[in-house]
């Protein structure tokens, strides 16, 4: 179960649908240990347990990593981060606050770079299998990156928009996870680990344990007292 957890919690950015088939699995295993129990295995001695011991620290610790690394997976390989950053910063409609279709516009051709064909290493060749590229040379090609240009004052080098990029990246982790947190603990704080009525009648056994010891140490002192006065009655009897 604890694996079971561990592969569902972290992975679940990459294949959200795992959380639903690992629930559709629990619920048919735990039928089929109940009829195990029930008819095919002898009953099984019940030991008393305050809680499930180290278990819990194990998943408390599943839990925080896979908020991290969830974070990290939507932050490194999803695609809206940069593209909320080209419609604010870079697009038509940076500095105006909007947002929609038309902000998005030179989107592809501002997350592509440029890369001179001659730069390639010796033994890498371009090959060409199309018809329409037989006999054309090509001076250029594009990949998907944010780097200068190779005639800029430093080739192949990181652009502005990769920085911010960057930057928009850490911080959607930092918010995302904080976010989660939060939520977490404030889910942990409506949904108290005790039932309020099993609270109670904790608090009743105990304020009727106390009073049970109360009247006994109550008893014992005038069953003390008792005897003190007797033993002060016969010393006097005796006394010439």
Excluded at 173 to 182: G, R, T
Aim: hydrophobic share 40%; proline share 5%.
């Amino acid at each position: 179960m604890i694996l079971q957890f561990g592969f569902i919690t972290i992975f679940v950015a990459a294949f959200p649908l795992a959380p639903f088939l690992a629930l559709l699995n629990n619920i048919i295993e735990i039928r089929l240990d109940a009829y195990k129990f029930v008819t095919q295995w002898r009953r099984p001695l019940a030991s008393r347990a305050k809680d499930i011991g180290i278990w819990y620290g194990i998943l408390e610790g599943i839990g925080i990593l896979s908020v991290i690394t969830n974070a990290f997976v939507i932050a490194v390989t999803s695609d809206f981060i940069p593209r909320l950053v080209y419609a604010y910063k870079y697009g038509p409609c940076a500095g105006q606050g909007e947002a929609g279709q038309k902000c998005m516009v030179g989107y592809v051709n501002a997350s592509l770079s440029l890369f001179l064909v001659s730069d390639f290493e010796h033994r890498s060749e371009l090959l060409s299998n199309g018809s329409e590229l037989s006999g054309v040379s090509l001076k250029y090609c594009r990949y998907r990156d944010y780097r200068d240009p190779p005639h800029s004052s430093v080739p192949y080098g990181y652009t502005l928009q990769f920085w911010h990029v960057l930057a928009a990246r850490l911080a959607f982790i930092i918010v995302f996870e904080h976010l989660v947190f939060c939520i977490k603990h404030l889910i942990s704080y409506l949904i108290p680990d005790l039932p309020k009525d099993l609270r109670d009648r904790m608090r009743r056994e105990k304020y009727l344990i106390q009073e049970m010891m109360y009247e006994a140490e109550l008893e014992r002192l005038q069953k003390e007292q008792k005897e003190r006065k007797k033993n002060g009655k016969s010393y006097h009897k005796e006394w010439p």
